[in-house]
Structure formats: C-alpha cells, structure tokens
C-alpha cells in the first residue's frame, strides 16, 4: 500500500467554483497588499475549470466589482447587458404577460449581464493563477482530514486507478494528503464534504430544513431571425401544476444563442413527476416554441440549486474551516441569482482567514466571516427575500400574492418570519395517492429523450470503477421505493441513471447506470429513504459542460 503523500498551504479551497475562486483571489490580492507570503491552492473535481459549472444565468456584477474593479479591461465575459424583462404566466394554450410596473424589484435586471458561467469561471480562474493560486482541476476531494482536536485540518483527494471490486489497476495513484491553517469549502449544492461538516458539527442547528431545486438547462442555436440578445424571458405556470414550486427560465445570449431551462422544487410531492420531461413540455408551448423552431440544441445539463434563502442557512464557520457559496446555500431565489452571492461569500471568508493568518492562528473558527456577512448588502438581501420559499410552499397562488405584497407593497420590511420544518425528501406522497403523469414522446426536433441528452453533455465515467451512487441498504430501492413511491428515482434522475428492470426469476431490482451520472445531487437530495449517498467519482469524470 502506497503511502499518501501531503502537501502544506495556509489555506486550501475545495471547489473551483465563483465562491471558491473569489476566496483564492481575494487571498491573493490581501497578500500583495500587505507583502505576505501566503500558499493557496483550489481543488476542482472536473477535468478542468468550468466542467462542472451549470447556471442560467443572469449576473449581478455588484460583488465582481467589489473583487476585481476592473473586470471590463481585464476581459471578462460579460459581454451581454440585460435590455429588456418579460414575466409571463402560461397556461397549457396562452400566456399572460405581467407589465414591468407590476413586477417586484426581484424580477428586474437593469446593470445585469446574461452570461455562460462556465466562462467566468475560467476568466476566474486565469486572474488567480496570474495571482500565483495553484489549481488542481481533476482532483475530487473525498475526506476530510481532522486534527486531535476535532478541527478540520484539510482533506484528502480521491485514488485513482481503483477497479469496481475495490482492487487496484495498473495505473493505481493514492490520493493525496493537503494540510492548511483553514480549509474553506464551495463544492456547491449538497457537496459531499459540506454534506458531512453541517452533520459533524450541528451547523444547522435551529435553521429550517434546507430547501433544494433541480435545474435543467439546454442551450440552443437559433434561427438568427429569433435572436435577441439581451432579452430575459421568465415563466410560472404551466406544465407545474399549482402546488409544485417552479418556473422557466430563457435567455437570449449573442451568436445565436438562447440558454433555456426550467427550475423544479424538490419539495414537489407526486413521485409520479419527472422534472426533466416536464421541461421537455414546457419548449413545446405556443408562446415559446417559436424561438426553437428552426434551431440546433447543442448542449444540455442539470444541476442542483440550494434555494432554502437566509432562514436556511447553515452557521458559516467551524473549527479550522469555511462554507462558502451554494454549498452554504447564498443564492437568492426570487431573484433568481446566485454567482453574485458566492463570489461575495468568498471575498468576506477571504478576508476573515487572512486576518487569521497574519495573526498567526490556525484550525479556530474564522468567527469575523459570519460577522462580515451579517453587516453586508447580501445579508440585507436576502433578508428581504427571506420569506419567498416559504410563501411556495403554500401553493403558487399564495406565494405569488404574497410575494408582491412583501417586495412591492413592503419593499421588502417585512414584519414577519415564516417557518418550515419539512426537508425535501419527505414531501413525498405514495404513488397510490397520486395522479399519473403521462409525458408524450420525444419528437427529437424540440423534445428529447433523457440518453440523447446526456450525450451531448460530453458526461464520462470509467466503467469499470467502484459506483458512486451508493446505497446505504442495497434492498430499500425494491422493497421501500418502488413499492410505495413506484420508484421515483427513476424520474427525478434527469440522466437516465436509475431504472428498475426484472431479473432472471422476474423480480424488480434497481440497476444504476453510474456513466450517465451529470453530477446533479438530486438523488442525494430526494430520495425518499435517504438511502442513496452520492460520494464522488474519480477526479476529472463527470460532465464536461462548455460554457454552460
């Protein structure tokens, strides 16, 4: 057995993300202004920077130009301003247009810019490697390393070359050891290490169960006739039906280009309904179809969205470590935004760990981020969207009553609070007790099939490696999941990844076809058991989404 070699900085960043890199800049920079000498690396789990980066996505430049004012000069690619918001309400045949004097400061994008944040995230990246920040794109974290004291003191990077029995291949390399001062951790919605910190240390003690949406996004050249670059399109309504959190999302980009997906709650309660083909339904509406006739899908992925807002937000520190960005859980979703959030998080944890170690300290909790944060704008923002989930949970129509009377009518100073106290995966109904959905067939011009779709999301896996999705009991699937939900994971999937077939005597087992898997943590997030643990792959597989 090969010895793990370790490698020492002062502060390790899990997660090549815009909260993860905006941590590794805004280090950097601290220490050319004050003429120290700190190591920094980024570990990210895709083959390279922005592989695993799925987003609308529309941004708020606010925090990019806290970070770095300069962004325009420096070339980054955001590169096509908001001109105009539509806001329609559809019903299966029509679609109502809410006039922009109506809509809550929430849905208007004026200063915003329609971007692939793929590619931000690899500008990102070029500015902290001109900072001297070393990443380490293809290394998945898998372990946190502790100290004596029970303070995290860094992690530990997956092995590579382990064959599906557990044995080692030929080309066997054990993962390696990285030690810091402090770790801070951006994996993302439902990271597998974030995952375990909040349960190790009680992080979210006293907070409502966190609150998940799974996004599905494809992008599409257009005819050039249906082009309008700038143009923010949003929906509510149909296919969801009124009791099911969710909405569209369609962005006109420039070259052609219209990023379009659609959001679903993972609170939704029929395990009869699949996220994936309801967005297929939602292309073929008479007021959206139009835009894609025509036209070329060229890229497709999903991922999920930590969407439970301030009254779910874990605490931020921990003895000798960090959340940051969605792996906490900062985007905001009434506005439907969340990049500008994490590069926020990750500039004041930043800031927080360099004081630390210009102090000398090292493995205590960073207790000026979480101070940092409840002084700034983003505290005061989501603040005021601090009861929009909450109102979704009460049906549309309620929530979207309620929502213009708090953002319209009380700019957002609310007088109350509002609580939930169901996670996701319990809100579940048995199947018997559900309406069937029947989703027609793929046409393969607008719609398609789940396979024909992850293929162009250029997703990979070694197929002879140890699976990821792992269950914590192999007989729950058949005995528990199919037998009272009817299986639901086989269509809350949005990769084709679980399907239930019969095997040689004719009884149901689940196979799971881990290559398909597009990193998408709904599984994780909704299975009614709980007893699916999605622990990374190999570093570098997964999706290789391009600018997405």
Same mark, same amino acid.
């Given at each position: ?5 370790? $490698? ?19 280090? @950097? ?22 592989? %695993? ?16 004012? #300069? ?95 557990? /044995? %080692? ?49 494809? $992008? ?10 700038? =143009?923010?399109? %949003? ?7 009124? #009791? ?7 962005? +006109? ?31 073929? +509406? ?24 301030? $009254? ?10 960090? =959340? ?20 926020? /998080?990750?500039? $004041? ?34 603040? @005021? ?133 597009? %990193? ?25 989404? /391009?600018?997405?």
């Amino acid at each position: 057995m090969s010895e793990r070699e370790s $490698m020492e900085y002062d502060v390790v960043v899990v997660g090549g993300g815009p909260a993860g890199l905006a941590t590794a800049i805004r280090l @950097k920079q601290l220490a050319a202004e004050k003429n120290q000498e700190i190591g920094v690396c980024v570990l990210e789990k895709g083959a390279e920077l922005g592989a %695993h980066i799925l987003s609308g996505a529309v941004m708020d430049p606010l925090a990019l130009t806290e970070l770095i004012p #300069d962004w325009k000069e420096k070339g980054a690619p955001l590169t096509v301003p908001v001109t105009q918001d539509k806001f329609l309400f559809l019903s299966q045949t029509g679609a109502r247009a809410t006039p922009n004097w109506l809509l809550p400061q929430c849905f208007h994008n004026e200063g915003n810019y329609i971007v692939r944040l793929g590619d931000v995230v690899k500008w990102m990246g070029e500015q902290a490697e001109a900072l001297g920040v070393d990443i380490f794109p293809g290394f998945a974290a898998v372990e946190v390393l502790y100290d004596e004291n029970g303070a995290v003191r860094g992690v530990v990077t997956g092995d590579m070359g382990v064959a599906r029995d557990g /044995s %080692h291949t030929d080309h066997y390399q054990p993962g390696m050891e990285l030690h810091a001062r402090y770790t801070v951790f951006g994996e993302g919605s439902r990271g597998q290490l974030g995952r375990q910190l909040i349960e190790r240390y009680k992080l979210d003690d006293g907070r409502n169960p966190q609150s998940y949406g799974i996004g599905i996004k494809e $992008m599409w050249e257009v005819d050039p006739a249906q082009s309008k670059p700038g =143009l923010v399109v %949003h929906t509510a309504g149909w296919p969801l039906d009124s #009791d099911t959190y969710g909405g569209s999302f369609l962005y +006109h980009l420039d070259n052609n280009l219209v990023a379009v997906g659609m959001i679903v709650g993972l609170d939704y309660a029929n395990p009869w309904l699949s996220p994936f083909e309801e967005f297929q339904r939602y292309k073929t +509406h008479p007021a959206i179809r139009g835009t894609f006739e025509g036209g070329k899908r060229i890229a497709y992925g999903a991922r999920a969205i930590t969407a439970g807002g301030l $009254m779910s937000l874990p605490k931020l520190t921990f003895p000798g470590g960090a =959340l940051v960005g969605c792996e906490a859980g900062f985007l905001n979703a009434s506005r439907i935004k969340g990049s500008h959030a994490a590069i926020k /998080s990750g500039k $004041m944890a930043a800031e927080a760990a360099f004081d630390a170690l210009v102090a000398d300290r090292r493995q205590d909790e960073l207790t000026a981020y979480p101070k940092a944060f409840e002084a700034s704008w983003l505290h005061a923002e989501l603040n @005021k969207a601090r009861n929009f989930k909450q109102w979704f949970k009460k049906g549309r129509t309620i929530a979207t009553v309620m929502t213009g009377v708090e953002q319209l009518l009380l700019k957002g100073k609310m007088p109350w609070t509002l609580r939930h106290n169901k996670p996701d995966h319990a809100c579940l109904q048995p199947a018997s007790e559900c309406a069937r959905i029947d989703y027609p067939k793929p046409d393969g011009k607008l719609t398609f099939d789940k396979l024909s779709s992850v293929f162009i999301s250029n997703t990979n896996h070694d197929e002879n490696e140890p699976v990821h999705l792992t269950l914590k009991d192999a007989s729950i699937p058949v005995k528990v999941n199919l037998a009272k939900y009817g299986g639901p994971e086989a269509r809350y999937c949005p990769a084709g990844v679980y399907e239930f077939i019969k095997d040689d005597h004719g009884d149901d087992r689940l196979q799971i076809n881990a290559q398909n898997c597009v %990193h998408c943590k709904t599984c994780d997030i909704k299975d009614p058991t709980q007893n699916i643990v999605w622990v990374a792959p190999q570093g570098g597989e997964g999706p290789v989404y /391009s600018g997405m």
